[in-house]
């Protein structure tokens, strides 16, 4: 079941995605420590959600991430970012995640 | 030059020592959280005036702390493992520890001599001399047939020098009676299994009798029922919150911020634009009051005429009041960018909230609605003033 969500994503996936502005950025930065930290820990070590730290996602490729952020994992309480955020902000967490956010 | 400077240690050293001495009662004391700097501040609410800022606490995300017996410590439970006591008059770190990898919260015994500490990493408790903070006993929350270790959630304290916590991977609620804790016995644990999927919080009624978790993986509630023995968990609320179709939940909700007011609970639905109202005798829902986002805390003022609601990401930047009486809700505020906590003052004439976005707390007249003050505060989260102490549960 979350194999085909992946799936589903993936599929779904737009060749390119627009750059976003250092304005959106930074705001999805805040989101990503405060809104993401509340399941996820600020830090991302790990809360209820597991860590999100760049060991901890090496398993992933960026397009399996940007699946899981807008689709969420079905069954658990990891939610479906999509109506909040679009593909292409999912995607820029994504690689942020992958990389390791900035102190 | 080191003349001046030893006379001016010396100064600053008396001028502490004064106010040291100055006698002061800490009923009117509170602690706010400052999240993103790992600091605190100590507030004092007859002034609505911060008395002092400690820093080096660690990662704070999530914290939560409880009072000592006599209100004059603070212990407060961060993130990362760290347990840290402080004094709420001397208005200084007296120790931290960091006692596990990642952790959720805590709470005292009733009788004020042991501190519990809910560990996600190594999932389990383990339990402190509230005194020394030495360690007393370790809970591993080990389930299934391969030991692994379950995280740990809404850790309280029951009469009896008694903990009750519940395992989120396992589906298990644990009390712990903790009576020969201090004399070297071990805690004697009761395990209710099978208690439902994904319990994400749990809490205990202002009476000590009932402990409720919250079921994420399933559309109800778990109840125990700590004054029947033997000890058993049953299902309430089935339809609790979920509804047909729910909506993505962004944000846990807290069971603390359950209240009950007027015989009734009022509690935040899952997934839903609703608080709910439950009858608190049969457990059954008897209304739903539509409200403007999903709901985190539903708190009641202490006199339990009125019930504040503030809300998940991305609403939340709004908080309702609920005249209890009524039902209906009287009242809208804007307290700014990312409401996250509310903390009444002990009789409820003030009611102080967090915006952490805005770098502030603002402390409302809960009669008017008038903002009496307003505190600069670094990513302000959690709010605790000390009567809590004087509350099971808290």
Not at chain 2, 250 to 267: C, D, I, S, V
Not at chain 2, 339 to 348: C, D, N, Y
């Amino acid at each position: 079941m979350r194999k085909l969500a992946l799936l589903a994503a993936i599929v779904a996936l737009p060749a390119a995605a627009q750059p976003l502005s250092d304005g959106r950025k930074a705001e999805l930065d805040s989101l990503v420590r405060q809104d993401c930290g509340s399941c996820h820990g600020m830090t991302l070590k790990g809360g209820l959600g597991r860590p999100l730290l760049p060991g901890d996602l090496a398993r992933y490729s960026t397009r399996d991430l940007t699946g899981i952020i807008l689709d969420g994992i079905p069954g658990t309480p990891m939610p479906p970012w999509k109506a909040l955020i679009s593909r292409a902000d999912a995607e820029w967490i994504a690689r942020s995640l992958k990389k390791g956010l900035e102190k | 030059m080191t003349r001046v400077f030893s006379i001016l240690v010396v100064f600053f050293a008396l001028a502490a020592g004064a106010r040291a001495q100055e006698l002061r009662g800490t009923g009117d004391l509170g602690i706010i959280v400052e999240r993103a700097s790992g600091s605190i501040q100590i507030v004092e609410t007859t002034g609505q005036t911060a008395l002092a800022r400690i820093e080096g606490l660690g990662d704070l995300s999530h914290a939560s702390l409880t009072y000592s017996r006599d209100q004059r410590f603070a212990y407060l439970f961060g993130r990362d493992g760290g347990l840290s006591k402080i004094d709420m008059l001397t208005r200084k770190l007296v120790k931290r520890i960091v006692q596990a990898g990642n952790s959720i919260g805590g709470a005292i015994s009733d009788d004020g001599r042991l501190i519990a500490v809910s560990n996600y990493k190594p999932g389990g408790v383990r339990i402190f001399d509230a005194d020394t903070l030495a360690p007393v006993a370790t809970i591993p929350a080990e389930y299934g047939d391969n030991g692994a270790l379950s995280k740990i959630v809404g850790l309280v304290d029951a009469p009896g020098r008694r903990f009750v916590f519940t395992l989120y991977d396992a589906g298990e609620i644990w009390v712990a009676d903790c009576t020969a804790c201090l004399e070297g016995g071990k805690p004697a644990i009761t395990r209710l299994k099978d208690i439902g999927r994904q319990p994400y919080d749990a809490l205990i009624t202002a009476t000590g009798q009932y402990y409720l978790a919250g079921l994420f993986g399933e559309d109800g509630m778990s109840l125990v029922d700590l004054w029947k023995k033997p000890l058993r968990s049953r299902r309430i609320l089935d339809g609790y919150g979920r509804g047909e179709k729910p909506l993505p939940v962004y944000k846990m909700p807290h069971l603390e911020g359950w209240t009950r007011a007027n015989g009734q609970f009022f509690l935040p639905a899952v997934g839903r634009h609703e608080v709910l109202v439950v009858d608190a005798r049969t457990f059954k829902q008897t209304a739903a009051i539509p409200a403007y986002g999903q709901p985190v805390f539903v708190m009641a003022r202490p006199d339990q005429r009125q019930v504040w609601v503030n809300f998940a990401y991305p609403l939340n930047d709004t908080v309702q009041v609920i005249d209890v009486p009524s039902g209906k809700i009287i009242k809208e505020l804007k307290p700014g960018k990312a409401v996250l906590h509310m903390e009444f003052t002990p009789r409820g004439e003030q009611v102080w909230i967090s915006v952490r976005d805005e770098n502030r707390v603002i402390v409302y007249d809960t009669r008017t609605f008038e903002k009496i003050a307003t505190l600069p505060a670094q990513s302000p989260s959690g709010i605790f003033f000390t009567w809590r102490y004087a509350r099971i549960g808290l």
